[in-house]
Nanobody, 122 residues
């Protein structure tokens, strides 16, 4: 099973940027999709973006399209989420997850990171 370790969260002003990292240990991301989800207090976990490791195909939620970029580094076995033009509504705990398919459904991902807090001040 893949173990995921996230980093890069923090506090930023509206309009600023942050980059989150999701590193895999135990095995590689090969043949997996890696997704980012987020969960704000009192809300359900929400799909943000995903990348399929083998061919690099990506998919984004409408709310982040054009502002966030998901990418991968094969040598480091790491997935990144570059978040630009951040808004207070982006405040949440961000999780990375991996699974066999590029999907927006959380239950279809079998490995999850511990989460990293992103707070955007207005």
């Amino acid at each position: 099973q893949v173990q995921l370790i996230e980093s890069g969260g923090g506090l930023v002003q509206a309009g600023g940027s942050l980059r989150l990292s999701c590193a895999a240990s135990g095995r590689t991301f090969s043949n997996y999709a890696v997704a980012w989800f987020r969960q704000a207090p009192g809300k359900e976990r929400e799909f943000v973006a995903a990348i399929y490791w083998s061919h690099g195909g990506t998919y984004y939620a409408d709310s982040v399209q054009g502002r966030f970029i998901v990418s991968r580094d094969n040598a480091k076995n790491t997935v990144y989420l570059q978040m630009n033009s951040l808004e207070p509504e982006d405040t949440a705990v961000y999780f990375c997850a991996c699974g066999p398919a590029l999907t927006t459904t959380p239950n279809l991902f079998h490995s999850w990171g511990q989460g990293t807090q992103v707070t955007v001040s207005s």
